[in-house]
């Protein structure tokens, strides 16, 4: 056939143009329970999948106990610590070096923080320097300190407040600096300036953001611990690891390590407890 | 001519000029319970000119002479989260405890003498604003400025805010000026109409048929369309 026809448009198969939306009905809210209830169950029984695993590795010779002692000789690791009176020796030491040096990081931290963030000439003085100061990390000036401030507990302490100083002026400066101009204005409609405005407008909006350093500044001041520990330590968690390794005592090792990492959650819990009581204004702030 | 003795805003030549003049010799007197609505499409320096007569911004040019006591309701409440109800109410005080008892007054006339302990974030936007209200009435002004205070609410609480405005204004008497948008709302609540319009009052009435005033009235509609004519709408 060679006369040409118009081509009709290609048309889709087109589906029936109205869609029946299945209501969840009976079985659909039964997966729902079983979903849930599956999460709850995987939340718990992973974690104590790992740990029997990690159990049966050396009851059935897959490690090597020196390489990798099994949970319950840890457990047994922690019974010797707290017979010998270590962990009671060592923990309050380790807890003092952290929160002395965070105490003296925070303080810093805040008031520059509140000194930028309320003057321009504090900005001006301060933000340049100490952003630059941010940049380095704290690990790489271990050996300076050493120089500097010798082997005792001093380097312990300054390397704790410098690591803490800037998560806490970071957080507080941005803090002030973020308060809603509308507000500051609303405040000054009404007469206030100078002190006034600070404490009755700026600061109570900017407390969130200076708790969030807290927190940050905390966690870091438990990282800065360990390192400092590492210096010629002579008594407190990081003696204790030391010295277990340099016994050959991975047991303890690990013990150290899982006291550190206790350490980083009790702090987490600490710090969210402190931000709900500080900061009732906010609507539902989660604990834990 | 000087301002006599009961003008409470005298504002003559003021210019401010952004990338252009916003306001271009504007002249405004108030007395002491004038209700003025000043209208004007966006942009047109509306708020430039209350912000001026609140003293957030500087005129460039000319001069204002406005009383120390004055408020302002913003469109958005702008309560301190961190301040419960009461203090946000008196967050201008010198001693806000002592004046605690002068902040639960002005949460009753607003009707939320039981928020006074709430949190600002917990209120509705309608039960904030009326915060705000409270806050600005608390000081006793002699200059009141509402910046579009109900552009953000819905209809029907709108409609009780311009009742409780009216009502509270009539009772603490202060001078006011009104910036909206809203042509019915400037007619049910002034006394006198501007329209701002290149930089400079354009069109100035009076509204002088008595309040409650219906939108069902032939002279609120001839008011209506006149304005909106002026406005470039109709």
Redesign the interface.
Known sequence: MTTSELVPPPVKKAGPALESLTARGRQGRLRNVTRTWRGRVLRIAVPVGLIVLWQLSSVLGWADEFTLPPPSRIIAAYQELWANGDIQAALPISLKRAGTGLAIGVSLGLVLGLFAGLWKIGEEIFDAPLQMLRTIPFIAVVPLFITWFGIGETPKLVLIAAATIFPMYLNTYHGVRGVDKKLIESGQTFGLRGWRLAARVILPTALPAALTGLRYAAGVSLLALVLAEQINAREGIGYLVNNANQNQRPDIVIAGILIYALLGIVVDVLMRVAEHFALPWRPRVAIG | MSPSAETVVDARGVRRVFDRAVLDGVDLQLKQGDFVALLGPSGTGKTTLLRIL???DAADDGQVLVPRK???V?Q?P?L?????VWRNVV??SRNPRRDRKKAVTALTEVGLAAKSDA????LSGGEAQRVALA?ALV?EPGLLLLDEPFAALDALTRIKMHDLVAELIQRHNPAVLLVTHDVDEAILLSDRILILADGSIDVDVAVDFEKPRRRSDPRFIELRTHLLERLGVS
Do not use: C, Q
């Open positions: 609140a003293g957030l004055r408020s302002v913003f958005e702008r301190i989260p961190a301040r419960r967050l201008g949190w600002p974030l917990t806050r000081t």
